[in-house]
C-alpha cells in the first residue's frame, strides 16, 4: 500500500505539477474579467442586472429545464425549494444520510426535521429501496390523509435525495416511488451540473431542483445556487421569495409574506455567464483526468468510483474506495503530507451533534462508504483550456 500511496502521489503530479495540488480549484480562462469589468461599468452590481437573467436563461437551456432561478447560495436555494413544495415547521423530510451539511441544514431552516435514510454503495446517493422499506414499514396515513410518520407522527412532507460528487443516485426509480406515496420530489443537485442519466440532465426529475455554484464546484460564481423547475408558477414564487416577497411597483415598498433576500448579485451572474461558455471544455477535460485515474487503479486494492452503465457523471470529485478505515487513514495522511489534498467522505448526518436525535434507519451501505470513501484531486489541470 505504501509503494501504491507513493505512486498515487507521483501520478497526481505528473496531471497537475510538482507545487501543492488542491483538491477543487476554480478555473477562469475566459471571458470572465471583462464580464466583471463590464459589470462594474453598468453600475448594476447587486440584484437588479441583466447578467441574472442570462445566467438563469443558460443554465435552463443547458440542463434542459424550463425555469432556473439564480440565487445567493445552494443552501439557500435548498431552503426556498422546500418551501415551494409546501414544506412547513414540525414536517418530516426524508433524506440520505451521507451528504454535505447544507442538505439537513436547509430542512432545519424550514422548521421541518430531517429523517436519514440509506444510501446504495454503487451510486452513493439515497438508496431507493431502503426509501421504499421505510414509506411501507414506517409511515401511513392520517384520518385526513396525509402520510404521517407512525414513530414521530409527523407530516412526512418532501423527499430529497443528493447527487454525490456528481454521481446520480437513482432517481427515476426515486421519482416513481415518491409518485406512488403522492410526494414532493426535491433533488439536490448541488454537485452535479453536468451529470445526466440516460441523457436527461439531473435535477429534472422532480417537482424542483437545486444547483450550487460555490467556488469548488464545475463553475463557479464566486457564491452562488439556481433552482430548477419545469413549473412557471414555482418559478415565479421562487422570484417572488427570493426578492423579500416585494411585489412589483414602481415606487412603493410592500411586502405580501415573509421572504428572503436570496436573488443572486449581478456581480456574481458575470463570473457564472462566462463559465458556462467553457462549460463542455470543463467538463472534457475532467474526464480526461478521470480517466487517467482509472487507468491508474486497474490494479490494486484500491476502487476508482466510476460512472454506471447510462450515466454520463461530471467527475466533480474523483473518489476511491480504500480497504477499510486505517487504509483510508494512511492515504489521507500521506497524500496531504506530501502536499497533494485528499479528503474523506463528511460526517454522517446522525453523527453530528444537531441531528443525533434524528430518526434514521439501518445505515450500514452510508457507513460502509464513509469508512472507505477519498476524495483526490479533481481539478481542470492548468493550460488544458486554451484562454480566450
Known amino acids: 500500500m505504501n509503494d501504491t500511496i507513493q505512486l498515487f502521489i507521483e501520478h497526481v503530479r505528473s496531471i497537475y505539477g510538482p507545487d501543492f495540488v488542491p483538491l477543487h480549484r476554480p478555473l477562469f480562462v475566459g471571458e470572465e474579467k471583462q464580464r466583471l469589468l463590464d459589470c462594474v461599468d453598468s453600475n448594476f452590481v447587486s440584484s437588479a442586472g441583466t447578467l441574472i437573467t ?15 432561478v439564480a440565487t445567493v447560495n445552494g443552501t439557500a436555494a435548498i431552503q426556498v425549494a422546500l418551501r415551494l413544495v409546501g414544506v412547513e415547521p414540525g414536517d418530516e423530510v426524508l433524506t440520505q444520510a451521507l451528504t454535505f451539511v447544507a442538505t439537513s441544514n436547509a430542512i432545519a431552516y424550514t422548521g421541518a426535521t430531517p ?14 429501496a431502503s426509501l421504499a422499506n421505510f414509506l411501507e414499514e414506517q409511515t401511513q396515513r392520517s384520518p385526513n390523509g396525509e402520510l404521517v410518520n407512525r414513530l414521530s407522527g409527523r407530516r412526512i412532507a418532501a423527499v430529497m435525495p443528493m447527487h454525490t460528487f456528481g454521481h ?7 421519482a416513481e416511488i415518491c409518485a406512488d406515496y403522492e410526494l414532493p420530489l426535491v433533488e439536490d443537485a448541488a454537485e452535479a451540473l453536468g451529470t445526466r442519466l440516460d441523457g436527461q440532465h439531473v435535477g429534472t426529475h422532480g417537482q424542483v431542483a437545486t444547483l450550487s455554484f460555490n467556488g469548488n464546484k464545475v463553475i463557479t460564481t464566486g457564491g452562488g445556487g439556481m433552482l430548477l423547475t419545469k413549473d412557471p408558477d414555482m418559478a415565479a414564487r421562487a422570484k417572488h421569495l427570493t426578492t423579500t416577497a416585494k411585489q412589483p411597483h414602481a415606487w412603493n415598498y410592500f411586502h405580501t409574506e ?55 457523471a461530471n467527475y466533480w470529485l474523483n473518489a476511491i474506495l480504500t480497504e477499510g478505515r486505517s487504509a483510508r487513514d494512511e492515504w489521507l495522511a500521506r497524500t496531504n503530507e506530501a502536499g497533494v489534498m ?17 430518526q434514521h434507519g439501518g445505515l450500514e451501505n452510508a457507513r460502509w462508504l464513509q469508512e472507505r470513501l477519498v476524495n483526490i484531486p479533481s481539478s481542470v489541470p492548468d493550460g488544458w483550456i486554451d484562454n480566450q
Open 54 to 68: 442570462e445566467f438563469e436563461n443558460q443554465v435552463a437551456a443547458y440542463t434542459g429545464i424550463e425555469h432556473a
Open 115 to 128: 429523517t436519514f435514510i440509506d444510501v446504495d454503495r454503487e451510486s452513493m446517493g439515497l438508496s431507493r
Open 168 to 174: 446520480p443516485c437513482h432517481i427515476a426509480e426515486i
Open 342 to 358: 485528499t479528503r474523506p467522505a463528511w460526517d454522517l448526518m446522525p453523527d453530528l451533534p444537531m441531528y443525533r436525535e434524528c
Open 258 to 312: 415573509v421572504g428572503y433576500n436570496y436573488r443572486m448579485p449581478n456581480l456574481n451572474a458575470a463570473l457564472g455567464v462566462a463559465q458556462m461558455e467553457k462549460l463542455d471544455e470543463m467538463l472534457a477535460a475532467k474526464r480526461v483526468v478521470a480517466g487517467r485515474y482509472a487507468a491508474f487503479f486497474e490494479e490494486g486494492d484500491e476502487h476508482f468510483v466510476l460512472e454506471r452503465t447510462g450515466v454520463t
